[in-house]
């Protein structure tokens, strides 16, 4: 076990260069200059050449990849060109805003979209089935800021339920803050997620130890929890890591729906403020959220599937 | 099998017009289409023409879904930003189908190394988010409807590598494929004539599916503000405006976030209908 995971760990390593390597091209080498997609092609050029010398876009490449790569090994990613804050710091000050939101969303999507999924498969062809399917064409179908605007319009103006701005402050607050944000696209993800659990499940269920499990007798319950579940699961983790970046990747339009502070704030604001050094440093992040989750997915796999870790499968 | 194949498409198109939610289906997206293409014959007020004595106003009959904060006339931008959602929608699946089909079919059918090398790019690509690889585009390339297009075709052509790699693999296989060799014929030849007709099913389906994921992916980058550029209207810009007037009025959000989920609906439900329709077993069941 601790031999593949630490296999997987080596692994990453490749990866990781890769994804830094996709970003840093990505910003270079694609068509478009990103001075001039910062500042607008109308800007005159001595502008785009000091631009282009302050944030160290006059070096040649292999030099500003030898620094790019530097930057991500110390966490040093130099300072915003707005208001020459330390970038460190401002990920530091947005990242747990991002990470509550994301862990929470999951948490609800476990808790909503997996029983939904079982039910879904149990009931097959039944009414609480065709409510569940309903459910997740839903979720596949509204877009998550749509929701979360639908959300805010109703709990936060209508009903004056919950606050609908910012991040809150001290942690009743902060709870309360996350509550529509994290409900948006935790339903969102549940869609999906029973949309996954129940194919698995169907597809387990199926199997000829379900029969002999039922005619030894075993209650529906434990036949559905211990026989069924636990291999429907292998599929489900695996599906979870992609769940989990796409809530990570709609935290970034839900943050914008609440004026949330988040990595995903303060990326898009990068962009748009034309803070070339911020907007490098919050997609890297994001990347290697990326790989990060990946890895997990696969530690996880090993751990609820013996044959990956024995070396059968 | 390979004999009920070659005949399997248009009879899968036949079942498709057959079956009631397909056809449904088929007549929201047609409806769609032609409000969008014929927009300035539906819709007469200018899209981007200003009034603030008729800010905020809810629907009625001069403005059906009601005014924006400018006093625009949200139902003549919806039917115009739908040009461009649409527009989007339809073209960067077909861009990275056209260019995923190519490259999957030549990494499946020559294999090796360049089958390899392919997918290891295939692999990175799937990992990110589609929504990061737009703002990364974006971030590099600027905002702008004709970047968004890169941006997602970008995002899907790996998906359509794989689709049409595998299934490459596995009609390669066929006896048909080693006997159109064996007649001689070219494998460019091999590869058009009997490869991709047989194929085209699942990248179809996809294709559909990812229709509806590129007018969500529009809609979500339009309304980060990275993709169409106002005052030009486009279903994800509009609840972006609207969200700074929610007190004024929640119609323009109401409006475009429906049109939004109509039109991904319709095509992700086509896609269902077309994986069905494509399956030969499921359609011989019904």
């Given amino acids: 076990m601790g031999r593949?995971?630490?296999?997987?760990?080596?692994?990453?390593?490749?990866?990781?260069?890769?994804?830094?390597?996709?970003?840093?091209?990505?910003?270079?080498?694609?068509?478009?200059d990103p001075a001039v997609a910062m500042l607008g092609d109308r800007a005159p050029i001595e502008q785009i050449e000091a631009f282009r010398h302050k944030v160290g876009l006059d070096q040649s490449l292999p030099m500003q990849y030898v620094n790019f790569l530097a930057e991500v090994a110390t966490g040093n990613f130099g300072r915003s060109l707005a208001n020459d804050t330390p970038i460190t710091q401002l990920l530091a000050d947005n990242l747990p805003y991002t990470l509550e939101l994301t862990g929470f969303a999951t948490l609800i999507s476990l808790l909503i979209g997996i029983p939904i999924g079982i039910i879904s498969a149990v009931a097959h062809g039944r009414l609480p089935d065709h409510v569940a399917r309903l459910f997740g064409l839903a979720g596949y179908c509204i877009p998550d800021f749509f929701l979360g605007a639908l959300f805010m319009l109703y709990f936060g103006l209508h009903l004056d339920l919950l606050p609908v701005m910012g991040g809150g402050t001290g942690f009743p607050d902060r709870m309360l803050h996350l509550v529509m944000p994290a409900a948006t696209i935790g339903l969102v993800m549940a869609a999906f997620l029973s949309r996954l659990t129940r194919s698995a499940m169907l597809e387990v269920l199926r199997f000829d130890y379900i029969r002999t499990a039922r005619a030894k007798g075993l209650s529906t319950w434990l036949v559905i929890t211990k026989h069924a579940l636990r291999n429907a699961m292998i599929p489900i983790v695996t599906g979870i890591g992609i769940y989990i970046l796409s809530a990570?990747?709609?935290?970034?339009?839900?943050?914008?729906?609440?004026?949330?502070?988040?990595?995903?704030?303060?990326?898009?604001?990068?962009?748009?403020?034309?803070?070339?050094?911020?907007?490098?440093?919050?997609i890297t992040m994001f990347a290697l959220f990326v790989v990060v989750v990946n890895l997990m997915v696969d530690v996880a796999y090993a751990v609820i599937n013996p044959r990956v870790r024995t070396g059968e499968a | 099998?390979?004999?009920?194949?070659?005949?399997?498409?248009?009879?899968?198109?036949?079942?498709?017009?057959?079956?009631?939610?397909?056809?449904?289906?088929?007549?929201?997206?047609?409806?769609?289409?032609?409000?969008?293409?014929f927009a300035p014959w539906f819709a007469w007020a200018d899209p981007t023409a200003?009034?603030?004595?008729?800010?905020?106003?809810?629907?009625?009959?001069?403005?059906?879904?009601?005014?924006?904060?400018?006093?625009?006339?949200?139902?003549?931008?919806?039917?115009?930003?739908?040009?461009?959602?649409?527009?989007?929608?339809?073209?960067?699946?077909?861009?990275?189908?056209?260019?995923?089909?190519?490259?999957?079919?030549?990494?499946?059918?020559?294999g090796g190394l360049a089958d390899r090398l392919v997918m290891r790019v295939v692999d990175l690509l799937m990992a990110f988010p589609s929504l990061l690889l737009g703002v990364l585009?974006?971030?590099?390339?600027?905002?702008?409807?004709?970047?968004?297009?890169?941006?997602?075709?970008?995002?899907?052509?790996?998906?359509?590598?794989?689709i049409a790699r595998a299934s490459t693999l596995s009609v390669r296989q066929e006896p048909y494929i080693e006997a159109a060799r064996a007649t001689g014929l070219r494998h460019r030849r091999v590869v058009l004539r009997h490869v991709l007709p047989n194929i085209i099913g699942p990248i179809l389906v996809v294709g559909s599916l990812q229709v509806a994921t590129s007018i969500r992916l529009e809609a979500t980058l339009s309304?980060?503000?990275?993709?169409?550029?106002?005052?030009?209207?486009?279903?994800?810009?509009?609840?972006?405006?609207g969200m700074n007037n929610m007190l004024?009025?929640?119609?323009?959000?109401?409006?475009?976030?429906?049109?939004?989920?109509?039109?991904?609906?319709?095509?992700?439900?086509?896609?269902?209908?077309?994986?069905?329709?494509?399956?030969?077993t499921r359609r011989r069941k019904s």
Avoid: K
């Fill in chain 2, 137 to 162: 585009v974006a971030a590099a390339m600027g905002p702008g409807l004709r970047n968004v297009v890169i941006a997602l075709s970008l995002a899907f052509v790996p998906r359509f590598i794989r």
């Fill in chain 2, 223 to 241: 309304f980060l503000g990275l993709g169409t550029q106002p005052p030009s209207p486009s279903w994800g810009n509009i609840i972006r405006d």
């Fill in chain 1, 248 to 282: 990570l990747s709609g935290s970034i339009a839900i943050e914008l729906v609440f004026s949330r502070p988040g990595l995903g704030q303060l990326m898009i604001g990068a962009v748009e403020a034309r803070d070339f050094p911020i907007v490098q440093a919050t």
């Fill in chain 2, 248 to 280: 004024g009025s929640p119609w323009p959000i109401v409006a475009s976030g429906v049109a939004i989920t109509l039109a991904v609906l319709a095509f992700n439900m086509l896609g269902d209908q077309l994986s069905d329709a494509f399956d030969p």
């Fill in chain 2, 1 to 37: 099998m390979s004999a009920t194949m070659i005949p399997a498409r248009s009879t899968a198109l036949g079942a498709l017009r057959r079956d009631p939610v397909g056809l449904i289906c088929l007549c929201i997206i047609a409806a769609l289409l032609a409000l969008a293409i």
């Fill in chain 1, 4 to 32: 593949y995971i630490l296999q997987r760990l080596i692994d990453a390593v490749p990866t990781v260069l890769l994804s830094l390597t996709l970003v840093f091209a990505a910003l270079r080498i694609l068509p478009g």
């Fill in chain 2, 50 to 110: 200003q009034n603030v004595l008729r800010a905020s106003r809810p629907p009625s009959a001069a403005n059906w879904f009601g005014t924006d904060q400018f006093g625009r006339d949200i139902f003549s931008r919806i039917l115009h930003g739908g040009r461009v959602s649409l527009l989007v929608g339809i073209s960067a699946p077909l861009l990275a189908g056209l260019v995923g089909t190519l490259v999957g079919v030549v990494a499946g059918y020559v």
